[in-house]
């Protein structure tokens, strides 16, 4: 196999080195006029035919011969049949993974809560699970079990009553660990359809596809617009962009693991972004050498160069502190601090998806079995979001309780305000409430 590595070389103390950061990190989730019109009109498509839709553009699309919804439909049982189809260390595995998950995010969960103020007036907020969520899982030979546990787990410790999941079987391929991945995270009914044809189908409702109240999971750009186009009609988890991983070193690191943390990401596909930073120009080349030796040992070698030649770089800094400004300026999904006191430098880190800490925590273990969620902000929207996890399944309503002094009190307020904005609805409802020696004050 013939590789060859182009790795961009950065140096922070360059003129124009954020003019060139900037154009290494800039890449738009933007569908062309064609996708947007195709996921338009399979949407129109579901809403008004329902599942006669659905099995159409299964056929279509997927290469399934169904010749009915009840075709595209996985009983309860039928998940538990695929626990006996994987091997038992796959079954182990998946089972620790789950297990690690629950645990961790159980400590997410959020309790109602109320306080009394001495009037009697009561506030507080009421914490409550969604009805439904949906899941999108890709199938095929694309088919992450991993990612079945992360949407579904934190969405039944948050207490959604019902998890649906929608997976396409192409050409009819099924893939059992995915299917076993949704037994054990306790995945309540799937639909084996993908596509903007699945996301309208759990937006809208079909006659066997219940509405749900919000849709998580990863997809390719027809799903990715699909889920813009219903964002309102349905809460989304997010428009995910390419994986990234962002690796900050000191220098000290056996620059074989580097580079295969870089490839982590990078063998995702081609638009994924690895990057490395540090001070030691150095450790760099060395670096950049076991980039060149280990490439041709990859099974996605391919995809891996076009990565790392096209996104990827090796950025020098001046020092350790100047990789951290670096760092909360990409904002990464995944940022390792591969580094000897990992604690020491955590406050300085601002802006990142998640943080693994030392020399011995490669991103991979986030991704499979570590505990916190994997589904992660990615370009640059680290800056203001967060990892999926057992909040975005709950909704939180405040509570108000007026005692009648509380409700005289709070009236006064109220009048004021809403005299100043012109709402005299607003300001005579408040006074009504004002207890009569009050008003004669």
């Known amino acids: 196999m013939t590789v060859s590595t182009a790795i961009a070389r950065l140096n922070a103390a360059d003129p124009d080195f954020a003019r060139h950061l900037d154009h290494l990190l800039s890449w738009e989730s933007v569908s062309d006029d064609a996708v947007n019109q195709r996921v338009l009109d399979i949407i129109k498509g579901v809403r008004e035919r329902g599942d006669a839709a659905l099995v159409e553009f299964t056929q279509r699309f997927d290469g399934v011969s169904a010749n009915s919804i009840d075709d595209l439909i996985l009983g309860r049982e039928r998940l538990e049949l695929a626990l006996t189809r994987i091997t038992p260390v796959q079954r182990e595995a998946l089972e620790k993974a789950a297990n690690r998950v629950r645990m961790y995010h159980e400590r997410q969960k959020q309790d109602s809560w109320q306080y009394t103020e001495a009037d009697g007036t009561v506030l507080g907020q009421k914490v409550t699970p969604l009805d439904r969520a949906g899941l999108y899982v890709p199938g095929g030979k694309a088919s992450y079990p991993s990612s079945v546990l992360m949407n579904a787990i934190p969405a039944k410790v948050a207490g959604v009553a ?48 219940p509405q749900v109240d919000k849709i998580v999971g990863p997809g390719n750009i027809y799903v990715a617009t699909a889920k813009r186009h219903v964002f309102g009609q349905v809460g989304i988890d997010m428009i995910a962009g390419p994986s990234e991983i962002l690796v900050v070193c000191d220098g000290q690191t056996d620059p074989d693991w580097i580079a295969m943390d870089l490839f982590s990401q990078a063998e995702h596909d081609e638009d994924a972004q690895a990057i490395l930073v540090s001070p030691d120009a150095a450790f760099l080349d060395r670096v950049a050498a076991s980039i060149s030796k280990l490439l041709p040992t990859m099974e996605r070698a391919d995809i891996i160069e076009k990565s790392i030649n096209g996104r990827g770089a090796l950025i020098q800094v001046r020092d350790m502190q100047q990789a951290m400004d670096v760092a909360n300026r990409i904002a990464p999904e995944h940022l390792e601090l591969s580094v000897a006191d990992p604690q020491a430098w955590l406050p300085h880190i601002r802006h990142a998806g998640a943080i693994f800490m030392g020399r011995h925590t490669s991103e991979a273990l986030g991704d499979y079995c570590a505990g916190p969620n994997h589904v992660l902000p990615t370009s640059g929207t680290a800056r203001f979001s967060s990892p999926l996890g057992v909040y975005d399944f709950q909704k939180r309503s405040s ?40 008003k004669g004050n």
Do not use: K
Request: aromatic share 4%; with cysteine.
């Open 162 to 209: 019902e998890v649906v999941m929608v997976v396409p079987t192409p050409r009819g391929e099924v893939n059992e660990l995915v299917l076993a991945a949704a037994c054990i995270a306790g995945v309540d009914r799937v639909f084996t359809v993908g596509g903007a044809q699945a996301v309208a189908a759990l937006a809208y409702g079909t006659e066997s596809v």
């Open 399 to 438: 509570i108000i309780f007026c005692s009648e002094q509380g409700a005289s009190e709070l009236g006064h307020t109220a009048s004021v305000l809403a005299r100043g904005e012109s709402l005299t609805a607003h300001a005579r409802s408040a006074e009504y409430r004002i207890l009569t020696q009050e």
